[in-house]
């Protein structure tokens, strides 16, 4: 089945620093991945959709220039927490579809647990 | 707005059947998608129904019902391992974006 791989699955790191999260289609090309952010006991809250080679559509109420989102490949989306703070602590899933019809499920990352000290 | 609604959490015995259920109101919908989620780990897919009735597979099956903004998720034989949180997701128009509802999170007792 599909496959989407996502490094790297914990970070910690001190306040102010910078963190990339990568999102890997492996074996299919994905037009479209999905980042989503979820705190402990809630459900998944779409931050942002990645579509490759324009920018990102932002969900209201994310920063832009906090989470930079990159798709530069057909199989490879970034997500860089810029300058992270605590209040950043949390985990980060994304996700890709096959662009083969609107039937078809997202394929989920592991997740990055994210924790700023 | 946008809104899904379920329980938020269920308790089972196992080799019971669990009915979850979920309703939706969204500014239009193509597509209606459960999801299993242990806890810190990714979601993976179970079901998508796009039209009204019942979809089996194994021992999961998942109803709806557009016209009521309804649907279920059936867990048959439930096992200890079922014991996580299920999420229902709507895909809605004019793309692929999906929103989740919170989730219930579901507890199989021996």
């Known amino acids: 089945g599909a496959v989407v791989s996502q490094h790297p699955s914990w970070v910690i790191c001190k306040s102010g620093t910078s963190v990339k999260i990568e999102c890997r289609s492996l074996?299919?090309?994905?037009?479209?991945m999905f980042w989503y952010r979820q705190f402990p006991k809630q459900s998944l809250m779409l931050m942002a959709t990645s579509n490759e080679g324009s920018k990102a559509t932002y969900e209201q109420g994310v920063e832009k220039d906090k989470f930079l989102i990159n798709h530069a490949s057909l199989t490879l989306s970034t997500l860089t927490v810029t300058s992270a703070h605590p209040e950043d602590s949390s985990f980060y899933i994304c996700s890709a579809l096959q662009p083969t019809g609107s039937n078809q499920p997202q394929h989920f990352g592991d997740g990055t647990r994210l924790s700023i000290l | 707005g946008q809104n899904i609604d379920q329980p938020t959490e269920m308790t089972a015995t196992e080799g019971a059947i669990v009915q979850i259920n979920c309703t939706y109101q969204t500014s239009g919908f193509n597509g209606l998608f459960w999801y299993q989620q242990h806890a810190g780990e990714a979601p993976t897919f179970l079901s998508y129904n796009v039209l009204d009735g019942l979809e089996e597979k194994g021992r999961f099956s998942s109803f709806l019902s557009r016209s009521k903004g309804y649907s279920y998720l059936l867990l048959k034989e439930l096992q200890m391992k079922d014991s996580a949180s299920y999420l229902c997701a709507v895909r809605l128009l004019g793309g692929f974006k999906t929103i989740f509802g919170a989730g219930t999170r579901l507890f199989v007792k021996a």
């Open positions: 074996d299919f090309q994905a037009t479209t």
